[in-house]
């Protein structure tokens, strides 16, 4: 019923950018929050940043001040905008989003993820 889609991954230098983006479709009547989380080989899961509607951004301690997180609620697409990257921050990015359906069901969808690699 609903598909999230992340794009915007890839290779980059340690000190470069990078700016994800997750499209929201489906029967969508409304989205109250959209989140991004990162997992790296080996590692747990990690929410980077999250972001409700009309509130303010979140941010997890490890990207505050690099990291960029927004949304076009017209489109039902979330943004991240990742600068500075570190090495450590290689991982796959996959966004979630807790949406109310057209027929005001309510839960919580995934993206499939994007591949971050940041390595000189």
């Known amino acids: 019923q609903v598909q999230l889609v992340e794009s915007g991954g890839g290779l980059v230098q340690p000190g470069g950018s990078l700016r994800l983006s997750c499209a929201a479709s489906?029967?969508?009547?409304?989205?109250?929050?959209m989140r991004w989380h990162r997992q790296a080989p080996g590692k747990q899961r990690e929410l980077v940043a999250g972001?409700?509607?009309?509130?303010?951004?979140n941010y997890a301690d490890s990207v505050k001040g690099r990291f960029t997180i927004s949304r076009d609620n017209a489109k039902n697409t979330a943004y991240l905008q990742m600068n500075s990257l570190k090495p450590e921050d290689t991982a796959v990015y996959l966004c979630?989003?807790?949406?109310?359906?057209?027929?005001?069901?309510?839960?919580?969808?995934w993206g499939q993820g994007t591949q971050v690699t940041v390595s000189s």
């Open positions: 972001i409700i509607t009309g509130g303010r951004p």
């Open positions: 979630n989003a807790d949406v109310t359906l057209s027929n005001w069901y309510s839960t919580t969808y």
């Open positions: 489906g029967s969508i009547r409304s989205i109250s929050v």
